[in-house]
């Protein structure tokens, strides 16, 4: 399948981030569109026609967020983009950030418009310092040019920005934690509901919307709703950003219709495998989602069809694995983060994921037995079913699909304690 | 109440104010003032912490508790430069292994600890988001894409002799 460049039609142009380049490009048309002709109602009208879900990996509808926001009473308000985009295999919303920072900022404007907010912040994560400063040069640019700041465009509407930081913590991407953390404590989750488009930043309404949510959003007003929801699948319709990572012959982010298929990203797109190698799994949704194995390389990657097959699309990012990859060893890599970036609020992702690196540990030294399986397996049922919030449910669904879909390379450790990669035929 | 010049030069105190008025709510400026901190002083001292807190008018714990919470913010002090190994999958399996090894010996410290002469401070990392030029590392804000052992020596380097 070939690229649909929407979200990325300005990234390839000469200083893209720069808003003169915007602007040749329909920057800012939209905005000033909503604003003379539009009601918020009608805009979030729209982008309930098109059936825009969210990018950051729960997909749910961004229409249904604002209206919520929009119809509690209480003011003021707030919009958070949150470009804290920490899961392990996902750089997509840094190609929007550095390459699009107007879109994001027009896209920001308009929820704020359509859910009665006159505040935003970008939520970025500290590991991305250019871009932050990218971001605080367009919001300069923006504000000079009354696309932004108070009275935008003579229309009466106010609507500032400001670029928040964050400190290297996995969990702030998590909609709750990410506002804890804006409010200047550490970042761990509350509990919902209250949802935060009704108790959010201060206790107050905020709608929290990912980058490329966002930015999904001036396109979606200039050309219509219904033009939007044409494209990709009718549950799940528009554009996504793949970041495809790992062994594949050419990584990179690449913009299809939702519900191209695994096997086309990789072998259409990402170049295929390195040379003489073979696909032996990928990570559909970053370093929280099940393992595909080569069976499923037909499995439509779009947030419906990877739930029917045991996964999860999350932020799309797609990392895939060669015949050279010791699936356990991967497995430990994963955990090892998971259990780094555990915020310790809660006993069973804090306390179960230590004793599930433990077990992998002892399985990768050749001290465990095939009850430690077992084991690894009820723990891992006891954190997904426990877990205070869904980064720990989800931290894993890489244990439990490795186990299921690669068993034998595990075994292979048990039996002996050499590498599992001779029992790979076996497994799959 | 402390004294801002017990911790702070002018120049310091008035970014601080600066960076404070930039939220209606006072302590959403927590993070932001102990980035500026830790950049303009390399690390936050217990001194700063307690400034900050009381800059902000919140307990003396709550900027203690934000500083030991993330990974980027050091109470400790640290190398003039700070080199950030990413291990995560994409780059684990690019070879980040290998590169890990070959600063440990350019370096001749392990993770987590400082180089003598304190230039030099090396720790790994979760995904730092350039998992598409594969294995990455980054020295203070500055990215480095497809690092290999052999280019490891040279990148740092060019940062021996940076402030």
Redesign the interface.
């Known amino acids: 399948m070939s690229e649909l460049k929407i979200l990325t039609r300005n990234v390839s142009r000469p200083n893209p981030a720069h808003i003169d380049s915007y602007l040749v490009n329909e920057g800012y048309v939209a905005l000033p569109r909503a604003l003379n002709e539009m009601t918020p109602e009608e805009v979030i009208d729209e982008v309930k026609i098109a059936r825009l879900r969210g990018r950051g990996g729960a997909g749910f509808p961004a229409g249904m967020k604002w209206d919520f926001a929009s119809r509690d009473r209480r003011k003021p308000k707030y919009i958070i983009c949150n470009a804290d985009e920490g899961e392990p295999g996902t750089f997509k919303d840094r190609v929007l950030i550095e390459n699009d920072p107007h879109a994001i900022l027009e896209g920001m404007a308009l929820a704020g418009y359509a859910a009665g907010a006159e505040k935003g912040f970008i939520y970025i994560r500290g590991e991305y310092p250019q871009g932050a400063r990218i971001l605080e040069r367009a919001i300069a640019e923006a504000t000079s040019r009354s696309f932004l700041g108070d009275n935008i465009l003579n229309s009466g509407f106010n609507f500032s920005v400001t670029v928040h930081r964050g400190a290297g913590a996995y969990v702030c991407g998590e909609e709750t934690a990410l506002i804890e953390s804006l409010e200047g404590k550490r970042g761990q989750s509350r509990i919902r509901p209250p949802f935060p488009v009704n108790v959010g930043y201060s206790n107050l309404p905020t709608v929290v919307n990912n980058v490329e949510t966002l930015a999904s959003v001036p396109p979606i007003i200039l050309r219509g709703g219904a033009w939007y929801a044409s494209i990709g699948t009718p549950e799940c319709p528009g554009t996504k950003l793949y970041s495809v990572s790992g062994h594949v012959a050419r990584p990179g982010v690449y913009e299809l219709p939702m519900g191209v298929t695994l096997r086309e990203l990789i072998f259409d797109n990402a170049g295929g495998m390195r040379e003489g190698r073979t696909f032996k799994a990928a990570f559909p949704g970053g370093a929280s989602s099940a393992c595909l194995d080569e069976s499923q390389l037909d499995v439509k990657l779009d947030f419906n069809s990877l739930a029917v097959a045991g996964s999860m699309l999350g932020s799309g990012a797609v990392i895939v694995l060669d015949d050279t990859a010791d699936m356990v060893k991967a497995t430990h890599v994963l955990i090892k983060f998971f259990e780094h970036e555990s915020c310790g609020k809660c006993t069973p992702c804090r306390e179960g994921l230590f004793w599930v690196r433990r077990i992998l540990d002892q399985i990768l030294e050749g001290s465990a037995s095939e009850q430690d399986l077992d084991l690894l397996l009820e723990i891992c049922e006891g954190i997904r079913s426990t877990s205070f919030c869904g980064l720990g449910e989800a931290s894993v669904s890489c244990v439990e699909s490795t186990i299921k879909k690669f068993r034998g390379e595990y075994l292979a450790y048990l039996r002996n304690s050499g590498s599992g990669e001779a029992e790979t035929e076996a497994a799959s | 109440m402390m004294k801002s010049t017990e911790v702070f030069s002018a120049k310091e105190f008035s970014d601080m104010e600066n960076i404070r008025a930039?939220?209606?709510?006072p302590?959403?400026?927590?993070?932001?003032l102990?980035?500026y901190v830790q950049g303009a002083q390399g690390h936050l001292s217990e001194q700063a912490l307690t400034f900050v807190a009381e800059f902000?008018g919140?307990p003396h714990v709550?900027t203690f508790?934000?500083a030991t919470?993330?990974?980027?913010?050091f109470t400790e002090p640290v190398g003039r430069h700070l080199v950030q190994v990413c291990?995560?999958?994409?780059c684990?399996?690019?070879g980040a292994e290998e590169v890990l090894q070959g600063l440990k010996r350019e370096l001749g410290i392990d993770v987590g600890a400082t180089t003598p002469d304190r230039v030099f401070t090396l720790v790994e990392?979760?995904?730092?988001?350039?998992?598409?030029?594969?294995p990455a590392m980054?020295i203070d804000?500055d990215?480095h894409r497809s690092v290999t052992v052999d280019s490891v020596s040279r990148i740092l380097n060019s940062y021996r002799e940076k402030p």
């Open positions: 930039r939220y209606q709510e302590a959403s400026a927590i993070l932001p102990l980035h902000i919140v709550r508790e934000v919470y993330y990974t980027m913010l291990r995560n999958l994409s684990h399996v690019n990392v979760e995904c730092i988001g350039a998992c598409d030029h594969a980054m804000g990215l």
